[in-house]
């Protein structure tokens, strides 16, 4: 039987390459910064141009899609996941890598249909990896087939996370706790990629065997849960019930087993949720 989002799927991976080349011309002549909701969420005029190429060339080939771009929703777009075929774009996952040239940089494009994720595609772009997966269909790096690692000991394990761009001193104390309960148990190593969607493909490749984070947004994660998933693993919230896009909290990991050992240790709270809307102005 076809593949009803098979050409999707292809269209996806072709302008995930392209703007993976334009990420890598923009890194030796464009690096101009400019900030967000403040000093350190970082965007830069490659985020938005990306962003347009990709939303540009769907809306060509499926009028009828709809799109959750980090950009867009930056601009004032809502931030709805409806049953309508919908694109959530993370242009450029990890801008203040890109910004200094570190060399862990994603463009991130998920696909779902009445909230379920169809295919998702990273592309890692200087390390030049594409990740894709189809739901029920796998995942994988550049063509080969990606599985979890298959360690059931925390102690045996390395853990992925980040320190996100929320300097609220409550906020940071939360995260330092549970890094450092995590860090205690003891496990045998903590990374940081600086890019929610490469860490989770690390996950898929088997390299870390879980990657936790309060304070990602939907466009991080999107895409790379279901890599995470089709190659075996598990998502979680952190709280241990089922995870939430919306939510802003996620545990990936290669089994049941790790995540719940990261629950026990992980001090949770609840950033605002990307689905809120904008406070009413009121114009009077
Ligand atoms: O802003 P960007 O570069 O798209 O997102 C990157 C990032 O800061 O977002 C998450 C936290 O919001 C982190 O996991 C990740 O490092
Ligand atoms: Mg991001
Ligand atoms: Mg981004």
Known sequence: MS?????AMD???????KSGELVREALRDD???MTKSSSIDLVTKTDQKVEQLIIQSVREKFPSHRFIGEESVAAGETCDLTDTPTWIIDPIDGTTNFVHAFPFVAVSIGFYVNKQS???VVFSCLEDKMFTARRGGGAFCNGEPLQVSD???VRQSIIATEFGSNRDVE??????????????LPVQGVRSAGTAAINMCLV????????????VHVWDVAA??????????????????????????????????????LVKEIESFSPTRDDTPPPQVNHY
């Open 224 to 261: 790379a849960s279901l890599i995470v998933s089709e190659a075996g693993g598990v998502l979680m919230d952190v709280d241990g019930g089922a995870v939430d896009l919306m939510s802003r909290r996620i545990i990936a990991a290669n089994n049941r087993t790790i995540a719940e050992n």
């Open 151 to 153: 360690q059931e000991d």
């Open 204 to 215: 898929a490749s088997g390299c870390v065997e879980a990657y936790y984070e309060i304070g």
């Open 31 to 33: 690096r101009k910064v």
């Open 171 to 184: 906020a940071v104390d939360k995260i330092f706790s549970s890094l450092r309960n995590i860090l205690c």
């Open 3 to 7: 593949d009803l989002w098979q050409n």
């Open 118 to 120: 169809e295919f998702a």
């Open 11 to 17: 269209h996806a991976v072709a302008i995930a390459r």
